[in-house]
């Protein structure tokens, strides 16, 4: 782990941990000085901690393995259909301005003998979401990882998402949606199957 990382919490107190996160605070606690803020003011005394705690949540998926996750949950099946998860709620911090974005994914997969545990596929989504990230890059991470974990007849992953680097600022472009897709095997190889895949998530919920 290298030592920028954000770190406040450890069932064990190690005081590396310990001062790597009082370091953090000090450059929020800096950073609300140049804003012009009053950092020892009521509401703003404990904000460089939050805010430290806060980042480390949202950028947990560094410390997490998709390998890992996923290993745990597969299992062999004689079936060779399509399995879609989607609407899959995420949020992620843009890289280009560490600021939101966030929307729904889906994900398709057809089979070879193995399959996913559900949970696990918006677990899977959960340990790219939570890093500092671009959208187009996230869609192939989690498609890479299907691939890797289970070797398929194909993937299909469509991120659905609102920025708010263009919504809050820049063009502040309030309905704007961003969409990307990734499509390997048999998705990408047969319009056929793509757009059965298409059709399914755009039908309403049960």
Request: glycine share 6%; charged share 25%; proline share 3%.
């Amino acid at each position: 782990m290298e030592d920028s990382r954000l770190e406040t919490h450890t069932a064990v107190a190690d005081p590396t941990l310990e001062l790597h996160a009082a370091s953090t605070e000090d450059i929020h606690r800096e950073l609300l000085r140049r804003l012009g803020e009053d950092p020892a003011r009521d509401g703003l005394i404990k904000t460089p901690e939050r805010i430290t705690k806060a980042m480390t949540y949202l950028t947990q998926g560094y410390e997490q393995s998709a390998t890992e996750i996923l290993r745990g949950a597969l299992f062999d099946v004689d079936y060779d259909e399509m399995v879609i998860v989607r609407d899959i709620e995420f949020y992620s911090l843009c890289e280009h301005h560490m600021l939101p974005f966030f929307g729904k994914a889906h994900i398709a997969y057809i089979p070879k003998g193995k399959v996913i545990g559900l949970s696990k596929v918006a677990r899977l989504v959960d340990v790219y979401a939570r890093r500092l990230q671009v959208q187009e890059r996230m869609t192939r991470e989690i498609a890479d990882a299907i691939v890797e974990a289970i070797h398929p007849q194909g993937v299909a992953v469509i991120l659905e998402a609102q920025h708010l680097c263009m919504m809050m600022r820049g063009v502040e472009k309030q309905g704007s949606m961003t969409s990307t897709s990734t499509m390997l095997g048999c998705f990408r190889e047969s319009a056929q199957t793509r757009n059965e895949f298409l059709s399914l998530i755009r039908r309403s919920s049960i």
